[in-house]
């Protein structure tokens, strides 16, 4: 059975009922409180469109400065937003200024921060992986003001007012896991042990509440929530925030799954949020990667959890084109940094997750494929799969010509020169590698109409020093020239 929603979805509680609202025509209660604020009329109340909450959302223009309108019978979230906006504004943050409000009404008008949100760049300016240096430098500058509202203004905020509870503490955490376990794996169709998941969560929310949680936690922190106005970020619906770990919002940063940043630039901007962070407040970097892993996971997991009730249930095929990004995500958390504590069920889950096929078809979502490729010596077994999918190639080289037997060769290997032009000359491998070059090529076609991120594709022989190493660096040569795909190389055993 399904469970409700959770407070942060639903906007429940005592404080959400209406109260006098005018239902029926939200854009006159603007158009009032607008002329009230102003003193004129508006010329035109066009409505924007919404953002998977229950807000309606208007521009408001006229003889005055244009204007952001929202009503939202959900009282308590526009108290958090209205609060925290005002005490971010005192702080000297670039969020936007509150014009008017009629709580009562679950009206309010702010500063217009344009139409354009630092997603947009990023989506406007990209060319394949790379991203353009002027979308850099506004990631960059996000990144260093984080700290900001997360310490320095966050040690003032007026956690009274938070929405729908005053910290990201236990009772939070199990809300977003039981989010993504309902409305992604549930209604994904996802089998599961429902008994070891709820085991494998206690234990991972426990992990997670080990770190210092004394800042203030935005809580959305991502690139559809950060406005580009004149080349600086300006920064909205943070009304979600409560006190928590600083991790958890430079993770919903970087890890923002549609925006696909490539891995060295979250590197380099978590660098740069850190310097920060370690200027305006005292924080370990030891302390803070020590669980930063960990909040990238339960972060992810929040969104998959949104992915699954919109996308799934609700069928907006928005949300669904985030979902091929999150397996990516999640499939190089696991091969990169493992799971933060042992949590069997869960892992199982995730490998389960990245190797759905379906998972990687949603949208238009178009992920850049990477061919492993490994030598290594049958003395010390075949190479794990360490991705979760088990997809790839095995081949061995052991039936070829071995140079190894040839004092000459016997302590070269095979990336020198000698060993290499000797295994070329020799037909049996020329047979060997055009064949495995074939059913490679075949792979790599298929991968990439799946949406598939990794293919392995390892060579093994006796020693791993000759002609497996041969063969992987002929393989890799055919890949990157021929097929033009990205590859890594690694000889395990050389």
Request: proline share 6%; aromatic share 12%; net charge positive.
């Amino acid at each position: 059975m399904t469970p409700p929603l959770p407070p942060r979805q639903r906007g429940a509680g005592p404080d959400s009922r209406p109260r006098g609202r005018d239902h029926r025509r939200p854009a006159a209660v603007l158009a009032r409180l607008y002329e009230a604020r102003f003193g004129t009329k508006p010329r035109s109340i066009a409505g924007l469109a919404g953002d998977g909450s229950a807000r309606k959302i208007y521009r408001l223009s006229g003889d005055a400065p244009s204007t952001i309108g929202v009503v939202n019978d959900d009282l308590a979230e526009n108290r958090a937003f209205l609060s925290f906006s005002k005490h971010f504004r005192r702080a000297g943050l670039p969020v936007p200024e509150i014009y008017a409000e009629d709580q009562a009404k679950g009206a309010y008008l702010e500063e217009d921060l344009g139409d354009r949100t630092l997603f947009d760049l990023l989506t406007a300016k990209r060319r394949g992986s790379s991203i353009a240096p002027e979308v850099l430098q506004v990631y960059r500058k996000a990144a260093a003001l984080l700290p900001r509202f997360q310490i320095t203004a966050g040690r003032g905020v007026d956690l009274r007012v938070c929405w729908p509870r005053a910290e990201f503490d236990r009772q939070s955490i199990l809300w977003d896991l039981n989010y993504f376990k309902y409305y992604f794996l549930r209604l994904g169709g996802f089998v599961f042990d429902e008994q070891r998941l709820e085991e494998d969560f206690a234990l991972f929310a426990a992990h997670l509440l080990e770190a210092d949680r004394r800042y203030f936690l935005y809580r959305d922190f991502q690139s559809r929530n950060i406005m580009v106005r004149s080349g600086e970020p300006w920064f909205i619906d943070y009304q979600g925030g409560r006190r928590g770990a600083l991790q958890y919002d430079v993770a919903s940063l970087l890890y923002d799954a549609k925006a696909d940043l490539p891995e060295p630039t979250r590197k380099e901007l978590l660098e740069a949020y850190l310097r920060q962070a370690r200027k305006v407040g005292r924080v370990s970097r030891d302390q803070f990667m020590r669980h930063y892993p960990g909040y990238v996971y339960v972060r992810i997991f929040q969104a998959l959890g949104t992915y699954g009730l919109r996308g799934f249930f609700e069928r907006k095929p928005h949300f669904l084109q985030s979902i091929p990004y999150a397996m990516r995500n999640i499939e190089f958390l696991l091969r990169e940094r493992g799971f933060p504590v042992e949590a069997p069920e869960l892992v199982r889950v995730l490998k389960m997750l990245v190797a759905t096929p379906r998972l990687r078809l949603f949208g238009n979502a178009s992920l850049e494929l990477t061919v492993r490729v490994q030598s290594f010596s049958y003395k010390r077994s075949i190479p794990a799969d360490d991705r979760g999918h088990g997809g790839g190639f095995v081949f061995d080289c052991r039936a070829l010509p071995n140079p190894g037997r040839l004092a000459r060769y016997a302590e070269l290997t095979g990336r020198d020169r000698p060993v290499a032009a000797y295994l070329s000359h020799q037909a049996p491998v020329r047979r060997f590698l055009r064949r495995a070059e074939e059913l490679v090529a075949d792979s790599v076609k298929n991968y990439r109409a799946r949406n598939f991120t990794d293919l392995s594709v390892a060579f093994g022989c006796t020693g791993g020093r000759h002609r497996s190493v041969f063969c992987a660096e002929a393989m890799a040569s055919f890949l990157r020239g021929k097929l033009r795909v990205p590859v890594q190389v690694e000889h395990r055993d050389l």
